[in-house]
């Protein structure tokens, strides 16, 4: 969901996004992860300014269902906190990672793949449960991550 799934649309309407198919599905092949290592799912395909509690909820209870332990999340960065302290009140069991990108992954300049490469990285690496949010080469615990207005960086700790 969000910045990171956005494709130009497939009409001639103007110049509004819709949101397509998970990124990750194309990113994962390009970053070599083979496919039994990962299963990629989508939950909700909106833009992330546009979520409520009921998407928010959705999204939680695939957590809990998940077999895994471990989840990365892609999500658009609006809204991304918000959605963090939801799930960290709602899934307590499980090691989520959320990350996205400030240009949707189909333009040249994107941060996509480094984001949900890194994001991966930190997911196999932790060795706590919690909500964390991976962007920009930083990792941060969901309720020590604050997005600068200056910069529009995330920036937090563990």
């Given amino acids: 969901m969000g910045t990171i799934d956005k494709d130009y649309p497939k009409t001639n309407l103007g110049y509004a996004f819709e949101i397509a198919q998970p990124a990750v599905q194309r990113i994962l092949p390009r970053a070599r992860v083979g496919p039994d290592s990962c299963h990629v799912m989508s939950v909700c395909r909106k833009d992330s300014q546009d979520l409520r509690d009921h998407d928010r909820e959705k999204l939680a209870s695939t957590c809990i269902d998940a ?81 600068n207005p200056d910069t529009d960086m995330f920036e937090g700790t563990l």
């Fill in 67 to 147: 077999r895994s332990t471990r989840i990365l999340i892609t999500h658009g960065t609006d809204s991304m906190i918000e959605t963090a302290a939801y799930l960290s009140k709602r899934v307590t069991d499980k090691t989520i990672v959320i990350t996205g990108a400030f240009l949707p992954e189909t333009f040249k300049a994107t941060d996509a793949d480094f984001n949900v490469g890194f994001a991966l990285g930190v997911l196999t690496t932790l060795s706590v449960t919690g909500v964390f949010i991976a962007m920009n080469g930083q990792v941060s615990l969901w309720s020590k991550c604050t997005r």
